[in-house]
């Protein structure tokens, strides 16, 4: 009702605002990182593991996919991420040694639970979820688990869930990357103060609001929309397309910016809305130069840039600045301002935000 709603005109506009405490919450409990964090066993299980294979589907997909670059990158350990409906149909080699992660808001997803049970039945009994409700059937399912704190979420179009369960998995990449000797204390402690800021600073992202609400009003005029990223950011430009097309009915497509040439940029023009994230990182300069392509195409540009970042808005590209550059957990920043730029196009398109067309919060059924 209206008085939880607050000073909020949709529970996915709430949610997003709430993301400052959602992820305080999930950090509560987390003193050091360790592998009983994710349960009893998951010391043994750590050990005895060397690779990863990540399951989910939807939003919860992306935050894997993200979570792989921090896996390989930070943990050294080799990473696989399968959308939840292909695994279980799919033909595919089971390694025992695999740590099979689940990754769910609600738990109940039954594709995800489906491809759980077909890893099990292929003798991967190494089971772990970050899920967001603890008596989920999910959580019941898996041998380990790390509960995200993210609340209920109302809104269709996952928000908090999903940066929550970027803290999960980050806070599992670190786990395992102590396992394996790749985390000394110092450095150990640089991650943690990075997790213990991240409420401060999203909170000034989410202060970008108004900025973005102007570009909204653009947004709202047109029918497609591309968004590009590199590295651990392409799955944050799939995630943003993802929300655009979920609330507010507009065609997006998200591409690793350095595919352009190999394809979308074959459809870029003044019609079509590109939006890049560029945060300040060792893919910055490919990037530029991705962008350039773009312009030199006529095609508009919206930048989510770092704030030391080089690039300066123009004739043909604006460009909003994050407050401050955030390293590995980036994504997690940049997120934010595509979800508010999903959230505000809908509402300029009068949408019904929180329960878009032919979607449900849950897919229980196949
Ligand atoms: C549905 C929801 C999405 C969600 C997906 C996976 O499609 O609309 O927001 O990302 O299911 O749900 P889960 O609960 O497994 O994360």
Not at 76 to 81: D, G, K, L, Y
Not at 165 to 191: I, M, N, P, S, W
Request: charged share 20%; net charge negative.
């Amino acid at each position: 009702g209206a008085a939880e709603l607050g000073p909020y005109r949709h529970y996915m506009q709430k949610e997003i605002f709430e993301q400052p405490k959602a992820i305080a919450d999930t950090l509560d409990a987390v003193a050091g990182v360790a592998p009983d964090l994710f349960g009893d066993a998951a010391h043994r299980v750590f050990d005895r593991i060397d690779s990863v294979l990540i399951l989910a589907c939807g939003t919860s997909y992306y935050s894997g996919s993200v979570a792989k670059y921090w896996l390989e990158s930070i943990a050294r350990i080799p990473t696989q991420v399968e959308i939840a409906s292909e695994y279980r149909y799919r033909d595919s080699v089971p390694n025992p040694r695999t740590l099979v992660v689940t990754i769910s808001q609600s738990g109940e997803t039954a594709d995800t639970l489906a491809a759980l049970k077909h890893a099990r039945s292929l003798g991967m009994n190494d089971t772990l979820t970050i899920c967001n409700v603890a008596t989920s059937a999910m959580v019941r399912e898996c041998a380990l688990a790390y509960i995200t704190r993210a609340g209920v979420e109302i809104g269709v179009a996952s928000t908090k869930a999903f940066t929550t369960q970027l803290v999960g998995l980050f806070l599992l990449t670190l786990a395992l990357a102590k396992t394996r000797g790749h985390l000394d204390d110092a450095a150990e402690a640089r991650h943690l103060q990075a997790l213990r800021h991240l409420p401060v600073a999203v909170q000034a992202v989410l202060a970008l609001e108004p900025h973005i609400i102007a570009w909204a009003d653009e947004f709202a005029r047109k029918e497609n929309a591309l968004f590009l990223g590199r590295g651990m950011h392409y799955p944050i430009a799939l995630e943003g397309a993802l929300k655009l097309k979920e609330i507010s009915y507009i065609h997006a497509e998200a591409y690793p910016a350095g595919e352009l040439k190999h394809g979308p940029l074959a459809l870029v023009t003044a019609q079509m809305p590109v939006v890049a994230i560029a945060p300040n990182d060792a893919l910055l300069q490919k990037l530029e130069s991705n962008l350039q392509e773009v312009r030199a195409r006529g095609g508009e540009l919206f930048v989510f840039a770092d704030a030391d970042t080089r690039i300066h808005s123009g004739d043909g590209i604006r460009v909003i600045r994050m407050p401050e550059h955030y390293g590995a957990l980036s994504p997690i920043l940049h997120v934010i301002p595509l979800q508010l730029l999903a959230y505000h196009t809908a509402c300029a398109r009068g949408t019904d935000v929180d329960k878009p067309r032919n979607l449900a919060k849950s897919v229980t059924v196949e």
